[in-house]
């Protein structure tokens, strides 16, 4: 009796781990060998169990795969014996630990809750034995019963986002190519239903492999990348241009059943992240599981976004209008619809990055626009378009690039409390509505002044004139200036007024000529 009872306060798991490599993915291999004679409950419980769970540093645990458990009739829950095998999925760096926890019984009693701490140090790892390789072969997610009611919700919330507003002016170039075009109505729906499915495959695909290289990534990552989002408006800008036929491109005509591919991925695009309930949880399934299963469920929201196109290709009904003079009317406010569609992607461009690269992006995009204008109107040669049109995007991409200046907003109390602390300010004087203050950023952005106000223990500070002030305006009162752009350096016995015009080497001269602080 007493060496059972010394058994049982003994009884713990042996935990073994391993790495395996399998179509470019790495896995550790956790194999947890329970003693002769116990089970430990699996994740399913009667909540009373405690059930087996592993916590992995920086690995969600929705990623995780467990062996199958064994279904005790008698007790009616899950359980595990023997051997249990639990691979967890190793992106751009390894879990530094795991942490196991666990309930662990016989047949007569249960032991405490149990938790287990396992230092990890993945390169050091040997490969699993053959014995722990077939059965890794045989390893099933935990929500292995699968069914079509995830491939059903994605399917009706693919149709439900046909009627979201950010899908519908997108939308809109594909309603115009259908009712100009009766005699290719079903070939151009087969070819957006095909732009759908191939765009919504393709962004599941890569939110996926993003979370499993660790990168912290949802539904909708496309649109929170400035640059893309700036790619997107500059297509948008293109289409525009075409629907009005201020320039022929093929695949943005409507006249071409091609072109109604693109407008399924564009549509896509815009319109994806714009869940609706039945869709957000289709996503969030179809995330969690294998690469086929994920396919299917994409694969379910394109077919569902394009269902109405091809049910009314095949089967017309009489409610369609015949083409006629009024398309002359609906066909350019389509073109002025989307620029609402241009304007909402710089609201989330300037959210992005920030509200002062509003007014250089808003000109490049009118800028590409006025080219591809010349263009249509063969007022400039076509690969002299192409060079300016390189140049107006190569200036966006460096735009978006750009970080805004840093610094601490104006207040008296601050640049009191810093030259008390015997630092020296530089203020700089500035409005979102002036134009040459832009410059003057630039100039302070630079690395050699940013070095130089190190050097000389100068702290910047900004103060915004955008909207009215009044410490702002005694400001400059005080040091006899009219306005923005005001430049003003402020040493603890001394003011330095710069030129309204900033140049690099004036501003490097006045900020070397500073007292040296002891």
Known sequence: MFLALWSLLWANLQVNLSKYTEHNQNWLVVELVIPKGYFVYGQKTDGNATPLDITAEGVPHDQLHFECPIFDKEMELDIYKDNVIILVPIGKKSPKKIKITYGMCTDVVCLPPSTITKMVEYDQLSSPTD???????????????????????????????????????????????????????????????????????????????????????????????????????????????SILDLII?????????????????????????????????????GLTQTALESVLIFTALGVGMSTPFLLLSIFPVRILPKPGPWLLFLKPSLGFILIVTVLWLLQIYTALTSLDHFLV???????????????????????????????????????????????????????????????????YATAKWCLTCKINAMILQKESVQHAMKTSDTVLITADYTQQDKDITLLLRKHNLAGVPATIILTDNNAIILPE????????????????KT
Not at 188 to 200: C, D
Not at 268 to 274: N, R, S
Request: glycine share 8%; hydrophobic share 50%; proline share 5%.
């Open 361 to 427: 992006i808003s000109t490049v995009l009118v800028g590409i626009a006025y080219t591809l204008w010349l263009c249509g109107q063969q007022l400039l040669k076509g690969w002299m378009a192409g060079i300016l049109a390189i140049c107006l995007i190569s200036g966006g991409i460096i735009q978006t690039l750009y970080r805004p200046l840093a610094s601490i907003p104006y207040s008296e109390t601050v640049v009191t409390k810093t030259i008390s602390d015997g630092k020296n300010v530089l203020i």
């Open 501 to 516: 015009i900033l140049t690099e080497s004036h501003v490097l001269k006045v900020l070397a000529d500073l007292p040296k």
């Open 249 to 285: 491109i093929p695949i943005f005509q409507t006249a071409t059943p091609k072109s109604s591919f693109f407008t399924g991925v564009m549509t896509v695009l815009v319109g994806a992240p714009c869940t609706v309930p039945m869709m957000s949880t289709a996503v969030s399934y």
């Open 131 to 241: 014995d722990i390789f077939k059965r890794y072969k045989d390893l099933c997610l935990q929500k292995k019963a699968w069914s079509l009611l995830p491939i059903v919700l994605a399917f009706l919330g693919g149709m439900l986002l046909n009627i979201m507003p950010c899908v519908l002016p997108v939308l809109s170039i594909k309603v115009l190519s259908f009712l100009t075009h009766a005699e290719t109505r079903f070939q151009s729906s087969l070819l957006y239903a095909l732009g759908n499915i191939t765009t919504f495959v393709t962004l599941g695909l890569l939110t996926g492999v993003l979370k499993t290289m660790g990168t912290v990534s949802g539904w909708g990552f496309h649109l929170q990348n400035p640059l893309f989002v700036f790619g997107l408006a500059c297509l948008f800008i293109i289409m525009i241009m």
